[in-house]
Antibody, heavy 118, light 110 residues
């Protein structure tokens, strides 16, 4: 069965950095686009970034462009999100999700909480 | 990247039908048949309910149906059940090759 397990969340000070990971299993990871989506406490979903299956093409939401970097390691079945220059407004649960056919999210992880606070 | 517009809340009684709208522009909802809908219960990850405007993923009840007219997509839930009470989000592909979500709608089953 498809599983996506995020890790790496935690408390970080404004201006700090954090790297999230998403371990995938149960499907051919290298065949799928992957994405990060976040949800601030009590708020709605916000798409953050996606990466093509080969890693050759990447897109970001304007709110994170220039600060966040998405990457993947198909040999390790893993997706990453490097988050730099973090701000209070980046506080959210970050979900890893699989993109299918190709523009819907068919599987989601359980999420990892990132809190940016001094 | 403005969020798609959804009503903040809708409600209905068990057995009734409700419809949630999702309004965008010709650069997203109106321009592509790539609208999807997600159900989210408190403290849980979202779950795909409808994709490509009106298609059902395996395992999702056909009480859920999707449609689109112009720049507005809709999710209809028929035969409302208590377990349908949740937040619902729409999503669309955009002309900027990005993805965008709606602000979310809280469904209350009375």
């Amino acid at each position: 069965q498809v599983q996506l397990v995020e890790s790496g969340g935690g408390l970080v000070k404004p201006g700090g950095s954090l790297r999230l990971s998403c371990a995938a299993s149960g499907f051919t990871f290298s065949a799928y686009y992957m994405s990060w989506i976040r949800q601030a406490p009590g708020k709605g979903l916000e798409w953050v970034s996606y990466i093509f299956n080969s890693g050759s093409t990447i897109y970001y939401a304007d709110s994170v462009k220039g600060r966040f970097t998405i990457s993947r390691d198909n040999a390790k079945n893993s997706l990453y999100l490097q988050m730099n220059s973090l701000r209070a407004e980046d506080t959210a649960v970050y979900y890893c999700a699989r993109l299918s056919d190709p523009w819907y999210f068919d599987y989601w992880g359980q999420g990892t909480l990132v809190t940016v606070s001094s | 990247q403005s969020a798609l517009t959804q009503p903040a809340s809708v409600s209905g009684s068990p057995g009734q039908s409700i419809t949630i709208s999702c309004t965008g522009t010709s650069s997203d909802v109106g321009g592509y048949n790539y609208v999807s809908w997600y159900q989210q219960h408190p403290g849980k990850a979202p779950k795909l309910m409808i994709y490509d405007v009106s298609k059902w993923p395996s395992g999702v009840s056909n009480r859920f149906s999707g449609s689109k007219s112009g720049n507005t997509a809709s999710l209809t839930i028929s035969g409302l059940q208590a377990e349908d009470e949740a937040h619902y989000y729409c999503s669309s592909y955009t002309s900027r090759t990005t993805l965008v979500f709606g602000g979310g709608t809280k469904l209350t089953v009375l």
